[in-house]
């Protein structure tokens, strides 16, 4: 007799046999004999071959930017082109993660390297192979954070201050070409009229860059109220900054901005200790695709430099069916920046100046003007931007050696093109 156990064993022993029998010549013919054995091979390449995460805990996103471009540049005696990479937003790969501890708090990270062989604002006439302060991999972002959504997020580790990027408002996607920051072709060395080079760039006005630099810090986000935020920001004894971030629709507009604050003692140097109050807005009228920007950097380093007053204006046009791949941005620039935001250019190195019998001296003061105009091109399909510009750097200096001198202008031509992943 069989017991009540056995007979559900049987049952299912035969029932299973039965759907083998039914689905065995299918495998077979999709997988050949031993399609256990395809499977397994199949499974152990996957496995080698595809990123996995640590956990299942975190959810991580990868991401990134390839942006690189050729500038040509006169600089009244000599011209030449370059292959570069785009420093204004250069190519970069992230990795970010984040994971839900409850309905109301989150945490995550943030790890971003930026991949930069050559600099398209380090580049000079005698060396088109220059790399940044940190190498090729320059480290961006290695930090994590907690947020509540009721009291806003905090950051801890190296990142973005208050202030990074907030005189780069754009509204209109503009901004692969046309940036308040200078920083392509900005280390071109400026020629006297008569063709002796000098070593003196564009750069002894912004300081190299206007943009306020990442670094270890502790950051608040507060959360976003009517399109604004508040952003407060200390570390490395002792910096520290706020700012207010702005980006809503009003009506037909599209406003984005900001403005912020910062005091900066971090360094033996006194040069190095600035007091600093900058900041940009963007407005698009939608309907139109009329747009405006504007932005500022007022600079007050503690002495040895005079103060830097820097102001940037850029506008033009969108038009969103020039082309059937996507919108294209037409627009034209200028910026003006007084005062000596930069080093002694006595010290600037990869220049024969003194051999071609210039000495600068110290820069007493100095006046930079910007003009130039471009187009940028979006391609929504390839996360891309394809791009051209050209800008003219006009120099006035006044150096403790030489005087009051008679600079020719440095005219430059740039295209480039940046996909995003």
């Known amino acids: 007799m069989l ?107 943030w790890l971003e390297v930026e991949v930069d062989v050559s600099a398209s604002n380090l580049v000079t006439q005698f060396n088109d192979d220059v790399v940044g302060a940190g190498g090729a991999l320059n480290l961006r972002q290695a930090n994590w954070w907690i947020e509540s959504k009721q009291l806003g997020r905090i950051t801890v580790g190296q990142g973005s201050p208050a202030n990074d990027d907030i005189i780069l408002a754009d509204a209109a996607g503009a901004g692969p070409a046309a940036f308040a920051d200078q920083l392509i072709g900005n280390s071109l060395f400026f020629r006297q009229s008569n063709g002796v080079i000098t070593n003196l760039s564009s750069g002894i006005v912004t300081g190299g860059s206007l943009d306020t630099a990442r670094r270890n810090l502790v950051r608040y986000d507060s959360p976003i109220f009517q399109g604004a935020k508040f952003v407060a920001t200390w570390g490395e004894d002792d910096f520290w900054d706020v700012a207010i971030w702005y980006a809503n629709k009003l009506g037909d507009f599209k406003i984005v901005g900001g403005i912020g604050y910062s005091q900066d003692t971090d360094g033996f140097a006194p040069s190095l200790r600035t007091e600093e109050f900058k900041g940009s807005i963007s407005i698009l009228h939608e309907p139109s695709g009329l747009f405006g920007s504007f932005a500022f950097d007022r600079r007050e380093p503690a002495r040895v430099h005079e103060a830097l007053d820097y102001y940037y204006f850029n506008g033009g046009i969108v038009v969103p069916k020039l082309l059937p791949v996507g ?82 202008s440095i005219d430059i031509v740039y295209t480039g093109a940046r996909i995003k992943f």
């Open 3 to 109: 017991t009540k156990r056995t007979g559900y064993h049987r049952i299912i022993g035969a029932a299973t046999a039965a759907l083998l029998a039914s689905v065995a010549p299918s495998y077979a013919a999709d997988l050949g004999g031993d399609c256990c054995a395809d499977l397994e091979e199949r499974i152990a390449e996957l496995e080698a071959t595809t990123a996995r995460k640590g956990n299942r805990k975190v959810s991580v996103q990868v991401s990134g930017q390839i942006h690189t471009g050729v500038l040509f540049f006169d600089d009244g005696d000599e011209s030449n082109a370059l292959v570069t990479d785009q420093d204004n937003t250069a190519s970069r790969f992230r990795f970010i993660g984040s994971a839900k501890i409850n309905p109301e708090w989150s945490a995550g990270f």
């Open 327 to 408: 919108k294209t941005v037409f627009y034209g620039e200028y910026a003006n920046g007084q005062g000596f935001g930069g080093q002694n250019p006595a010290v600037a190195g990869n220049n024969p100046a003194a051999a071609n019998g210039f000495a600068s001296g110290i820069v007493l003061d100095a006046e930079l003007t910007i003009w130039g105009f471009g187009v940028v091109q979006h391609i929504p399909a390839a996360e891309m931007e394809i791009y051209a510009l050209y800008k003219t750097f006009d120099l006035d200096a006044r150096t403790t050696n030489q005087g009051a001198l008679d600079l020719d």
